[in-house]
């Protein structure tokens, strides 16, 4: 919820954007340098040219911008309306997508916003999915949820819609990203969807209220969706599909990218294949994912190791903690031949606690 000292700042970022030449990447330099847009105000123009990308024009706008009247009318909405206000610079604001190169300067969410702090996986995709493919979307974002990931994706009709709904089968958690105003949801006939992910989960837009639509706010609200995300899943994508521009998105912010393969004579699936020759991550259930990325498994999915295991044995297994291992580097790491270690991991293997995947690299089972 917003107060007083809140509403003055989201003022004031709003101000601070609202120079002109100031877009969402010397935004993040400013306030990543001087922690608030109040204080970029109060700096001499001297200094504030010695920042990235701000020439002495836009210094010197800077030093002089106030909030106007509609801006602080604006904010006064945001109030009103009981929306949460994440500030870039925040230490609230989502660490992971203040990390990308245009994080929005504010966020605006509604519902249980404490889910924005825990790991996520982006499921995405196309709006008129294949009945198996809408299927598959919502079985891979229950398993993910039941293993304590939040899955996030952009409440469109299809695959996205999918995954939502695949998260709440599971009793869990997941984030809505829109590409309009949080007071205005979209398609219309997802309301009742949108009520039942605020009970758990949480809405986001950076779009304040009353921002007119434009459909150029939908590949705005993708890199939201990617910079949230640990990793994306597209799950079906045509040549041109929309889910395509996450997918780039994420490989931009240098996050994980899978893709569910697909027949080569459907449509939908020539953009997830392509994803996939290009070196996306093959997607067959959501054990691929938490395999490769085991940080994210926070609940439920942890299997008990043997209480008898050698002292080598455990090391072997703790060298995977972070996710697969190529069998050489294991070697080295555990000072032993590879021989060796292949025996040891082999035992292991046997006994449930790991497995081999691609390239001669082994993971925790």
Same mark, same amino acid.
């Given at each position: ?9 989201? #003022? ?54 106030? !909030? ?7 904010? %006064? ?16 604001? !989502? ?13 605006? &969410? ?11 996986? &982006? ?6 999915? =294949? ?24 409440? &469109? ?5 999918? %995954? ?94 899978? %893709? ?23 997607? =067959? ?35 995977? #903690? ?44």
């Amino acid at each position: 919820m917003t107060d007083s000292a809140t509403l003055r700042r989201l #003022a004031d970022v709003l101000t601070l954007m609202s120079v002109p030449g100031v877009g969402s990447g010397i935004g993040k330099r400013l306030l990543a340098r001087f922690g608030s847009a109040d204080t970029i105000r109060r700096q001499k123009v001297s200094i504030l040219k010695s920042v990235k990308g701000v020439s002495p024009a836009i210094a010197s706008a800077l030093t002089t911008a106030e !909030p106007s009247a509609a801006i602080t009318e604006q904010a %006064a909405t945001v109030c009103r309306l009981g929306w949460d206000v994440f500030i870039l610079g925040d230490t609230r604001y !989502p660490a992971r997508l203040a990390e990308i190169h245009d994080p929005p300067p504010v966020l605006f &969410a509604t519902g249980v916003v404490d889910v924005l702090s825990r790991p996520m996986i &982006a499921i995405v995709g196309t709006r008129r999915p =294949t009945d198996l493919g809408r299927q598959f979307a919502r079985q891979l974002a229950s398993d993910l949820a039941e293993a304590g990931v939040v899955v996030v994706s952009g409440m &469109a009709d299809g695959i996205d819609a999918a %995954a939502h709904r695949g998260t709440l089968d599971a009793g869990s958690s997941t984030v809505a990203v829109w590409g309009r105003p949080l007071t205005d949801v979209f398609p219309r006939h997802h309301e009742q969807l949108a009520e039942e992910i605020g009970v758990t989960g949480c809405h986001v837009s950076e779009l304040l209220p009353g921002s007119e639509y434009h459909a150029k706010d939908f590949p705005s609200r993708n890199r939201i969706i990617a910079g949230l995300a640990e990793a994306t899943v597209v799950v079906e994508a045509a040549h041109k599909s929309g889910a395509l521009i996450t997918a780039e998105l994420a490989l931009d912010y240098n996050r994980e990218l899978f %893709a569910v393969p697909g027949h080569p004579l459907t449509v939908n699936c020539a953009g997830t294949n392509r994803l996939l020759r290009e070196g996306a991550g093959i997607v =067959t259930s959501a054990a691929d994912i938490l395999d490769l990325l085991p940080r994210l498994r926070t609940e439920g999915g942890s299997r008990a190791l043997p209480a008898d295991m050698t002292e080598t044995e455990q090391q072997m297994v703790a060298l995977l #903690a972070d996710g697969p291992v190529q069998l050489d580097q294991l070697a080295r790491s555990a000072d032993v031949p590879v021989h060796e270690a292949l025996q040891y991991l082999l035992a292991l293997e046997l006994r449930g606690v790991v497995r081999e995947v691609a390239g001669k690299r082994f993971v925790r089972a």
